[in-house]
Protein backbone atom coordinates (compact mmCIF):
# COMPACT_ATOMS: atom_id res chain seq x y z
CA UNK A 1 0.00 0.00 0.00
CA UNK A 2 1.41 3.47 -1.17
CA UNK A 3 1.85 5.97 1.91
CA UNK A 4 -0.81 8.01 0.45
CA UNK A 5 -3.54 5.94 0.91
CA UNK A 6 -1.70 4.48 4.38
CA UNK A 7 -2.11 8.59 5.67
CA UNK A 8 -5.72 8.23 4.07
CA UNK A 9 -6.65 5.22 5.74
CA UNK A 10 -5.40 6.44 8.84
CA UNK A 11 -7.14 9.88 8.95
CA UNK A 12 -10.17 8.20 7.74
CA UNK A 13 -10.04 5.79 10.76
CA UNK A 14 -10.14 8.27 13.02
CA UNK A 15 -13.06 10.44 11.99
CA UNK A 16 -15.02 7.46 11.49
CA UNK A 17 -14.46 5.94 15.02
CA UNK A 18 -15.01 9.68 16.17
CA UNK A 19 -17.80 10.06 14.51
CA UNK A 20 -19.10 6.51 15.79
CA UNK A 21 -18.85 7.97 19.16
CA UNK A 22 -20.88 10.80 18.66
CA UNK A 23 -23.15 8.68 17.73
CA UNK A 24 -23.22 6.36 20.26
CA UNK A 25 -22.20 8.17 23.47
CA UNK A 26 -24.19 9.24 25.27
CA UNK A 27 -26.51 6.97 25.69
CA UNK A 28 -29.78 8.84 25.51
CA UNK A 29 -28.71 11.09 22.85
CA UNK A 30 -29.50 8.50 20.19
CA UNK A 31 -33.00 8.43 21.32
CA UNK A 32 -33.82 12.19 20.73
CA UNK A 33 -31.29 12.54 17.18
CA UNK A 34 -33.45 12.81 14.50
CA UNK A 35 -32.71 10.36 11.09
CA UNK A 36 -31.82 13.70 9.35
CA UNK A 37 -29.56 14.49 11.95
CA UNK A 38 -27.59 11.61 11.48
CA UNK A 39 -27.87 11.66 7.69
CA UNK A 40 -26.57 14.80 8.04
CA UNK A 41 -23.62 13.53 10.43
CA UNK A 42 -22.65 11.30 7.76
CA UNK A 43 -22.57 13.14 4.94
CA UNK A 44 -20.14 15.89 6.99
CA UNK A 45 -18.35 12.60 7.69
CA UNK A 46 -17.80 11.92 3.84
CA UNK A 47 -17.17 15.36 3.04
CA UNK A 48 -14.38 15.00 5.17
CA UNK A 49 -13.09 12.20 3.50
CA UNK A 50 -12.81 13.37 0.21
CA UNK A 51 -11.39 16.34 1.28
CA UNK A 52 -8.83 15.04 3.31
CA UNK A 53 -8.10 12.65 0.21
CA UNK A 54 -7.93 15.60 -1.80
CA UNK A 55 -5.27 17.52 0.27
CA UNK A 56 -3.22 14.60 0.72
CA UNK A 57 -3.05 13.64 -3.16
CA UNK A 58 -1.88 17.21 -3.21
CA UNK A 59 0.44 16.68 -0.99
CA UNK A 60 2.33 13.71 -1.69
CA UNK A 61 1.77 13.24 -5.04
CA UNK A 62 5.06 14.76 -5.88
CA UNK A 63 6.52 12.46 -3.43
CA UNK A 64 5.32 9.27 -5.59
CA UNK A 65 5.98 10.83 -9.04
CA UNK A 66 9.77 11.77 -7.27
CA UNK A 67 9.56 7.68 -6.43
CA UNK A 68 8.92 6.79 -9.90
CA UNK A 69 11.82 9.09 -11.33
CA UNK A 70 14.00 7.69 -9.15
CA UNK A 71 13.61 4.06 -9.85
CA UNK A 72 13.58 5.13 -13.54
CA UNK A 73 16.72 6.58 -13.36
CA UNK A 74 20.27 5.17 -14.71
CA UNK A 75 23.81 6.50 -14.35
CA UNK A 76 24.45 5.58 -17.69
CA UNK A 77 21.82 7.39 -19.29
CA UNK A 78 23.63 10.77 -18.47
CA UNK A 79 22.13 14.17 -17.93
CA UNK A 80 18.88 12.68 -16.43
CA UNK A 81 17.80 15.41 -13.85
CA UNK A 82 14.51 15.70 -11.73
CA UNK A 83 12.55 18.95 -12.29
CA UNK A 84 12.65 21.09 -9.00
CA UNK A 85 8.71 21.66 -8.74
CA UNK A 86 7.63 21.11 -5.14
CA UNK A 87 8.34 23.05 -1.89
CA UNK A 88 9.34 22.55 1.16
CA UNK A 89 11.02 19.01 2.52
CA UNK A 90 9.67 17.24 -0.69
CA UNK A 91 11.46 20.14 -2.38
CA UNK A 92 15.12 19.33 -0.50
CA UNK A 93 14.65 15.85 -1.29
CA UNK A 94 14.09 16.55 -5.00
CA UNK A 95 17.75 18.66 -5.29
CA UNK A 96 19.27 16.14 -2.95
CA UNK A 97 18.78 13.34 -5.33
CA UNK A 98 19.63 15.90 -8.31
CA UNK A 99 23.54 16.02 -6.64
CA UNK A 100 23.49 12.62 -5.71
CA UNK A 101 23.26 11.80 -9.47
CA UNK A 102 25.42 14.51 -10.37
CA UNK A 103 28.06 12.67 -7.48
CA UNK A 104 27.54 9.32 -9.08
CA UNK A 105 27.72 10.22 -12.55
CA UNK A 106 31.18 11.74 -11.87
CA UNK A 107 32.37 8.76 -9.49
CA UNK A 108 30.80 6.60 -12.54
CA UNK A 109 32.99 8.68 -15.34
CA UNK A 110 36.11 8.85 -13.23
CA UNK A 111 36.12 5.09 -12.47
CA UNK A 112 34.69 4.33 -16.61
CA UNK A 113 38.56 6.90 -17.40
CA UNK A 114 40.94 4.63 -14.92
CA UNK A 115 38.95 1.09 -16.30
CA UNK A 116 39.35 2.46 -20.22
CA UNK A 117 43.38 3.33 -19.74
CA UNK A 118 43.97 0.12 -18.14
CA UNK A 119 41.83 -1.66 -20.70
CA UNK A 120 43.67 0.02 -23.55
CA UNK A 121 47.41 -0.41 -21.87
CA UNK A 122 46.50 -4.02 -21.23
CA UNK A 123 45.81 -4.62 -25.52
CA UNK A 124 48.56 -2.34 -26.47
CA UNK A 125 50.81 -4.65 -23.84
CA UNK A 126 48.93 -8.30 -25.47
CA UNK A 127 48.91 -6.25 -29.20
CA UNK A 128 52.53 -5.65 -28.86
CA UNK A 129 53.37 -8.81 -27.81
CA UNK A 130 51.30 -10.67 -30.56
CA UNK A 131 53.09 -8.42 -33.34
CA UNK A 132 56.79 -9.04 -31.64
CA UNK A 133 56.68 -12.33 -30.52
CA UNK A 134 54.10 -14.73 -31.61
CA UNK A 135 54.04 -12.90 -35.39
CA UNK A 136 57.71 -12.75 -35.19
CA UNK A 137 58.15 -16.73 -34.19
CA UNK A 138 55.51 -17.51 -36.80
CA UNK A 139 57.40 -15.70 -39.97
CA UNK A 140 60.35 -17.55 -39.19
CA UNK A 141 58.71 -20.76 -39.13
CA UNK A 142 57.43 -19.76 -42.56
CA UNK A 143 60.87 -18.93 -44.06
CA UNK A 144 61.83 -22.48 -42.56
CA UNK A 145 59.45 -24.11 -44.33
CA UNK A 146 60.35 -22.31 -47.49
CA UNK A 147 63.62 -23.70 -46.91
CA UNK A 148 62.50 -27.13 -46.54
CA UNK A 149 60.68 -26.96 -49.80
CA UNK A 150 63.48 -25.94 -51.90
CA UNK A 151 65.54 -29.66 -51.25
CA UNK A 152 61.77 -31.72 -50.54
CA UNK A 153 60.76 -34.14 -53.12
CA UNK A 154 57.63 -33.73 -55.13
CA UNK A 155 55.48 -35.33 -52.32
CA UNK A 156 57.12 -33.31 -49.83
CA UNK A 157 56.56 -30.21 -51.56
CA UNK A 158 53.02 -30.65 -51.44
CA UNK A 159 53.22 -31.46 -47.82
CA UNK A 160 55.02 -28.43 -47.07
CA UNK A 161 53.11 -26.03 -49.22
CA UNK A 162 49.79 -27.07 -46.83
CA UNK A 163 52.17 -25.91 -43.85
CA UNK A 164 52.64 -22.83 -45.54
CA UNK A 165 48.95 -21.50 -46.07
CA UNK A 166 48.32 -23.05 -42.45
CA UNK A 167 51.07 -20.74 -40.89
CA UNK A 168 49.99 -18.00 -43.53
CA UNK A 169 46.86 -17.99 -42.34
CA UNK A 170 47.90 -17.91 -38.52
CA UNK A 171 49.48 -15.41 -39.39
CA UNK A 172 47.07 -12.80 -40.87
CA UNK A 173 44.78 -13.89 -37.76
CA UNK A 174 47.68 -13.11 -35.36
CA UNK A 175 48.07 -9.36 -37.43
CA UNK A 176 44.26 -8.93 -37.55
CA UNK A 177 43.76 -9.42 -33.54
CA UNK A 178 46.38 -7.41 -33.08
CA UNK A 179 44.83 -4.98 -35.28
CA UNK A 180 41.40 -4.99 -33.16
CA UNK A 181 43.39 -4.86 -30.20
CA UNK A 182 45.34 -1.96 -30.78
CA UNK A 183 44.26 0.01 -34.12
CA UNK A 184 47.65 1.77 -35.20
CA UNK A 185 46.10 3.49 -37.65
CA UNK A 186 44.02 5.33 -35.13
CA UNK A 187 47.60 6.63 -34.20
CA UNK A 188 49.16 7.54 -37.22
CA UNK A 189 46.44 8.33 -39.80
CA UNK A 190 43.36 9.32 -37.65
CA UNK A 191 39.93 8.61 -36.88
CA UNK A 192 38.30 7.84 -39.94
CA UNK A 193 40.73 5.77 -41.84
CA UNK A 194 40.76 3.39 -39.32
CA UNK A 195 36.77 3.37 -39.33
CA UNK A 196 37.31 2.33 -42.69
CA UNK A 197 39.73 0.02 -41.76
CA UNK A 198 37.83 -0.98 -39.00
CA UNK A 199 34.68 -1.76 -41.71
CA UNK A 200 36.66 -3.20 -44.23
CA UNK A 201 38.48 -6.16 -42.22
CA UNK A 202 34.37 -6.50 -40.73
CA UNK A 203 33.37 -7.22 -44.21
CA UNK A 204 36.00 -9.91 -44.79
CA UNK A 205 35.34 -11.56 -41.62
CA UNK A 206 31.41 -11.70 -41.60
CA UNK A 207 30.22 -11.46 -45.10
CA UNK A 208 28.06 -8.23 -44.11
CA UNK A 209 28.90 -5.32 -46.57
CA UNK A 210 29.31 -1.92 -44.61
CA UNK A 211 28.71 1.14 -46.42
CA UNK A 212 30.67 3.79 -45.22
CA UNK A 213 30.02 7.74 -45.04
CA UNK A 214 33.12 9.03 -43.27
CA UNK A 215 33.97 12.60 -43.47
CA UNK A 216 37.46 13.75 -42.70
CA UNK A 217 36.89 17.26 -42.22
CA UNK A 218 35.89 17.08 -38.08
CA UNK A 219 36.66 19.25 -35.20
CA UNK A 220 39.89 18.50 -33.33
CA UNK A 221 39.59 15.71 -31.03
CA UNK A 222 41.56 14.35 -28.56
CA UNK A 223 42.89 10.80 -28.20
CA UNK A 224 41.07 9.68 -25.96
CA UNK A 225 37.47 10.62 -27.43
CA UNK A 226 38.76 9.07 -30.86
CA UNK A 227 39.37 6.01 -28.92
CA UNK A 228 36.09 5.97 -27.38
CA UNK A 229 34.52 6.59 -30.88
CA UNK A 230 35.96 3.87 -32.99
CA UNK A 231 35.16 1.89 -29.55
CA UNK A 232 31.77 2.32 -29.98
CA UNK A 233 31.63 1.74 -33.64
CA UNK A 234 33.51 -1.57 -33.02
CA UNK A 235 31.47 -3.07 -30.47
CA UNK A 236 28.44 -1.69 -32.32
CA UNK A 237 29.86 -3.65 -35.61
CA UNK A 238 30.29 -7.03 -33.19
CA UNK A 239 26.51 -6.75 -32.02
CA UNK A 240 25.68 -6.28 -35.75
CA UNK A 241 27.50 -9.36 -36.43
CA UNK A 242 26.23 -11.53 -33.09
CA UNK A 243 22.71 -10.62 -32.93
CA UNK A 244 21.49 -8.80 -35.90
CA UNK A 245 21.16 -11.24 -38.90
CA UNK A 246 22.04 -8.44 -40.81
CA UNK A 247 22.89 -8.66 -44.65
CA UNK A 248 24.02 -4.93 -44.96
CA UNK A 249 25.40 -2.32 -42.52
CA UNK A 250 25.99 1.54 -42.44
CA UNK A 251 28.88 3.32 -40.78
CA UNK A 252 28.32 7.41 -40.57
CA UNK A 253 30.95 9.73 -38.81
CA UNK A 254 30.12 13.57 -39.34
CA UNK A 255 30.37 16.54 -38.58
CA UNK A 256 27.14 17.93 -36.55
CA UNK A 257 26.14 21.16 -34.88
CA UNK A 258 28.77 21.62 -32.23
CA UNK A 259 29.37 17.87 -31.94
CA UNK A 260 31.09 14.77 -34.15
CA UNK A 261 28.14 11.99 -34.60
CA UNK A 262 28.62 8.72 -35.20
CA UNK A 263 26.01 6.62 -36.66
CA UNK A 264 26.01 2.51 -37.12
CA UNK A 265 22.76 1.46 -38.72
CA UNK A 266 22.00 -2.54 -39.78
CA UNK A 267 18.91 -4.17 -41.51
CA UNK A 268 18.29 -6.98 -39.22
CA UNK A 269 15.87 -8.34 -37.41
CA UNK A 270 15.49 -5.38 -34.31
CA UNK A 271 14.78 -5.95 -31.00
CA UNK A 272 11.62 -5.26 -28.87
CA UNK A 273 10.77 -2.16 -26.86
CA UNK A 274 11.04 -4.51 -23.94
CA UNK A 275 14.25 -5.70 -24.96
CA UNK A 276 16.81 -5.44 -21.51
CA UNK A 277 20.21 -4.04 -22.70
CA UNK A 278 23.05 -6.36 -22.90
CA UNK A 279 26.93 -6.25 -21.75
CA UNK A 280 27.94 -4.79 -25.17
CA UNK A 281 25.08 -2.07 -25.29
CA UNK A 282 26.09 -1.34 -21.23
CA UNK A 283 29.29 -0.56 -22.36
CA UNK A 284 28.49 1.71 -24.75
CA UNK A 285 26.74 3.58 -22.38
CA UNK A 286 29.36 3.41 -20.05
CA UNK A 287 32.42 4.75 -22.73
CA UNK A 288 29.75 7.94 -23.56
CA UNK A 289 29.54 8.55 -20.28
CA UNK A 290 33.60 9.14 -19.91
CA UNK A 291 33.68 11.91 -22.67
CA UNK A 292 30.24 13.49 -21.83
CA UNK A 293 28.74 12.01 -25.26
CA UNK A 294 24.84 11.66 -25.63
CA UNK A 295 24.02 7.89 -27.08
CA UNK A 296 20.64 6.27 -28.24
CA UNK A 297 19.75 2.90 -29.28
CA UNK A 298 16.74 3.13 -30.96
CA UNK A 299 14.90 1.01 -33.95
CA UNK A 300 16.38 2.04 -36.90
CA UNK A 301 14.47 4.25 -39.89
CA UNK A 302 13.76 0.78 -42.28
CA UNK A 303 14.35 -1.79 -39.56
CA UNK A 304 16.82 -3.53 -37.29
CA UNK A 305 18.99 -1.01 -34.44
CA UNK A 306 20.63 2.45 -34.45
CA UNK A 307 23.63 2.98 -32.35
CA UNK A 308 23.84 7.03 -32.57
CA UNK A 309 26.79 8.86 -30.29
CA UNK A 310 27.17 12.28 -30.54
CA UNK A 311 30.08 13.86 -28.75
CA UNK A 312 30.15 18.11 -28.17
CA UNK A 313 33.07 19.56 -29.34
CA UNK A 314 32.19 23.19 -28.60
CA UNK A 315 32.87 24.36 -32.90
CA UNK A 316 30.72 24.27 -35.51
Request: charged residues 25%; neutral net charge.
Amino acid sequence: MSLFWRVFAANAAILIVGTLALVVYPGPLHEHRALLDLGVLLLAVLVMLVVNGLLLRHLLGPLERLTERMEAADVLRGGQRVPIDSVGEIGRLERTFNRMLERLEKERRDAGTRTLRAQEEERQRIARGLHDEAGQSMTAVLLQLKRLTANASPEQRAQLAEAQEVVKTSLDDIRRLAQELRPELLDHLGLASALAELASGFEQHTQVRVERRLERDLPPLDAQAELVLYRVAQESLTNVARHAQASEALLILERGKGSVVLRVIDNGQGFDSGHLEGGGLRGIRERALIVGAAVAIKPGPEGGVEVRLELPTGTT
